[in-house]
């Protein structure tokens, strides 16, 4: 497996936020990528620390607040933050005030912050560093089969992107000693391409499977023309991680209610 090229320590920010910010990505000056942790935040309960969702049941205020922190860490205005109506598709748009509906935005103007909630599903970040032209992508399994990565890649080629020069970078998510699917999962799988198997380990003789969705998303930016050193990966497990990530399927397994949610983010400077 390729080594990440991601200083995975968590930083320290004022206010104590600490997202964890990728370096040694060649040729991004000019380009911010983000990734964010569970802590600390204001939020409480099965939502405690840096909560950035705000349809998981957290009081509205402490989303805000949240939002509030991150936006000033980055620099940005609160206004400038764009994101989406995540529904496991491949609709890619373009960024507005309100959040539309799809699963991936990208765009060529400085100062829009395109974010991508997650809480296990992988957060997928691209930019053609020559054009200027960035995209995002929320890929859990059905999104990832689906093709939102592909189809946020052609959004930006409409914008001047070329694919070859596209970096990529997958942020931290469900990992593949922990992603456990059914039957069903891995069909929908092969009914793409046969040797996608490759992608599952099976897992026990009731006909479950584990799913290395970032090795899966690594091999299909590939197969769609992105340059295999431009592809960078955060090695992070979120379910396995607790005291850094919020985990959907951790906060089922447990009982728990809703659980918050991280945000992956791309920005132009100014």
């Known amino acids: 497996m390729e080594k990440s090229h991601i200083d995975r320590s968590v930083a320290k920010f004022p206010g104590d936020i600490p997202p964890l910010f990728p370096k040694h990505l060649p040729g991004l000056s000019g380009v911010h990528v983000f990734f964010t942790t569970r802590h600390p935040g204001v939020s409480q309960g099965g939502h405690a620390g840096f909560n950035l969702g705000d349809h998981v049941g957290d009081r509205p205020e402490r989303v805000v607040e949240n939002r509030r922190r991150l936006m000033e860490l980055l620099g940005a205005p609160a206004q400038r933050l764009c994101l989406l109506r995540q529904v496991h598709g491949d609709q890619v748009c373009l960024p507005a005030d309100e959040p539309p509906e799809g699963d991936a935005l990208v765009t060529d103007v400085p100062g829009w912050v395109l974010g ?129 990530f919020f985990s959907h399927r951790r906060s089922s397994q447990c009982g728990e209610g809703p659980c918050g949610r991280q945000m992956g983010g791309i920005f132009l400077a100014p």
Request: net charge neutral.
């Open 116 to 244: 991508i909630l997650v809480a296990d599903c992988a957060p997928v970040l691209l930019v053609d560093p020559l054009a200027r032209v960035i995209g995002a992508a929320h890929a859990g399994w059905r999104g990832a089969v689906g093709g939102v990565v592909p189809a946020c890649m052609a959004a930006m080629e409409r914008l001047g992107a070329r694919r070859q020069r596209i970096v990529a970078v997958v942020g931290p998510c469900i990992g593949p000693t922990a992603f456990m699917v059914g039957q069903d999962v891995w069909e929908r799988f092969l009914q793409v391409r046969d040797d996608y198997q490759v992608h599952f380990t099976v897992a026990s003789e009731s006909g479950r499977f584990l799913l290395d969705l970032p090795g899966f998303l690594r091999r299909q930016m590939c197969d769609e023309g992105l340059v295999r050193d431009r592809i960078h990966h955060v090695d992070l497990c979120t379910f396995s991680q607790e005291n850094l």
